[in-house]
């Protein structure tokens, strides 16, 4: 899968697409496939105010599970709630179908905290070599 160049990364696998004071943020194809089989993933409420860093919810595998991290601070102004009962897309389509949750951000300087796609891709690279 070729993992789009306009986003943006962060080293906890999530992706996140700038759109003006909109982000929309899911999990990379890396992390799907790392986690397995997805069985189950819990979202916030729309409405929920998250700060940068804080976990905003949960992916379960028949592995592990894993919390998702919010990749920058603000309000949640809508939720993907079809992944509650169908985890396809994010198999199938992690960076468009499988997008997770979207935030008017606060604070948009947090994107330069953010990785581009090459960086993500060494810092995989630096992980698999571990």
Excluded: C
């Excluded at 960076?95 to 997770?100: I, K, N, Y």
């Amino acid at each position: 899968m070729t993992r789009p160049v306009d986003l943006k990364y962060s080293p906890s696998h999530e992706w996140a697409r700038v759109e003006d004071e909109t982000v929309t943020v899911g999990i990379t194809d890396h992390a799907v496939e790392q986690l397995g089989d997805l069985v189950f993933v819990d979202l916030p409420e729309a409405g929920t105010a998250i700060g940068r860093g804080d976990a905003f919810g949960e992916i379960e595998s028949t592995k592990s599970a894993s919390e998702l991290f919010a990749p920058f601070s603000g309000k949640i102004t809508e939720v993907n709630s079809g992944l509650a009962d169908d985890l396809e897309p994010l198999a199938a389509d992690p960076f468009g179908a499988g997008w997770m949750i979207k935030i008017h951000i606060s604070n948009p300087d947090e994107v330069s905290e953010l990785i581009d796609l090459d960086q993500y891709e060494e810092l995989i690279a630096r992980e698999e070599d571990h």
